[in-house]
């Protein structure tokens, strides 16, 4: 089934227009009510909105007759961070940036599905699921827990993502799993402030911080199978405001990212021991807090 070019350029003007008008996670209303609209105008067979808060689904019965039912899944969130880039579809918003590709993504679903209405050249049905809250929000769980695969009886659901470095045109995949679970984490590391000229007196949350975020790489490097993929980022490290204090409390976040169940659990049940046996070495006391999203 090719493409005709118009949908391309009519693809690459909602990518733009996405881009300068980024929403973040649940809140993506403008976009949903676009999405939806297009849908509609596509001539899709039913287009339903508010799955998982703020969901849209598109469905396009194939001509061929009954088969089975497969969804082809985008996300429609942008990230909290401030564009810099000078491009003429720069976003309007101010804090809020499609940085992770989530308006190509949108883009070429929408694409996707008119050419499907255009074409309807297959067997079964094509369910066009447009998620919100990708980044942190646990919006495919919503909609899933809205009765997404019950509702629409999906049978298989497919999905893409942009990948940087790539070359144009060009398509990657591999046997297995291709992309993690991103498990974001939180650690709190409450020990003793006082006087940085008197760090006896103290028990120091910066140190302590300091010795878990070294131990924690060798979660990858000693306790994982060298065959397996893992990675343990510690992206955040807050603590004090003084310099001549040592502070109460410190607090380090970032991400954990596995492929399979399995390590999933390992190294979330490493990070965690680490944290707590090392706070507790130096008589502090480490609270782990993991967001499996």
Same mark, same amino acid.
Request: net charge neutral.
């Given at each position: ?5 118009? +949908? ?19 809140? $993506? ?23 998982? %808060? ?29 564009e810099r880039t000078n491009l003429p579809y720069a976003s309007r918003t101010d804090g809020a940036m499609h940085a992770c590709g989530h308006d190509g ?6 694409? =996707?599905? %008119? ?25 495919? %769980? ?35 799993? +291709?992309?993690?679970?991103?498990? %974001?984490?939180?650690?709190? +590391? ?22 878990? $975020? ?15 993929? $893992? ?24 991400? +954990? ?9 390992? =190294? ?6 680490i944290a707590e046996s090392v706070a507790a070495a130096h008589g502090a006391r480490a609270t782990f807090r993991n967001d499996r999203g």
């Open positions: 089934m090719p493409i005709a070019d118009s +949908i391309v350029a009519d693809a690459t003007a909602w990518r733009r227009d996405f881009h300068q008008n980024p929403e973040i996670l649940y809140d $993506v209303h403008r976009t949903a009510g676009l999405v939806a609209e297009r849908l509609r105008e596509f001539g899709c067979d039913e287009v339903a909105t508010g799955i998982g %808060r703020t969901g849209v689904v598109g469905t396009v019965r194939g001509r061929r007759g009954p088969g089975r039912t497969v969804a082809l899944r985008a996300d429609m969130d942008a990230l909290p961070i401030a993504h949108t883009a070429m679903l929408l694409g =996707a599905a %008119r050419a499907l209405c255009e074409s309807r050249d297959f067997a079964g049905t094509a369910v066009c699921v447009f998620q919100p809250a990708e980044e942190g929000g646990a919006g495919a %769980r919503a909609m899933i827990g809205d009765g997404l695969l019950t509702r629409f009886g999906v049978d298989e659901v497919y999905g893409m993502h942009s990948l940087p470095g790539l070359a144009t045109g060009r398509f990657a995949t591999r046997p297995g799993p +291709i992309m993690a679970a991103a498990d %974001r984490f939180v650690i709190d +590391i409450e020990g003793r402030g006082g006087h940085a000229a008197l760090p006896h007196q103290t028990v120091d949350p910066v140190l302590v911080g300091s010795h878990i $975020v070294t131990m924690a790489q060798g979660i990858v490097a000693r306790n994982v199978d060298p065959l397996e993929a $893992v990675v343990v980022s510690v992206t955040v490290f807050q603590a004090g405001s003084a310099q001549n204090a040592i502070p109460q409390t410190a607090r380090l976040a970032g991400t +954990i990212r596995t492929l399979t169940p399995a390590m999933r659990d390992h =190294a979330e049940a490493r990070l965690r021991a």
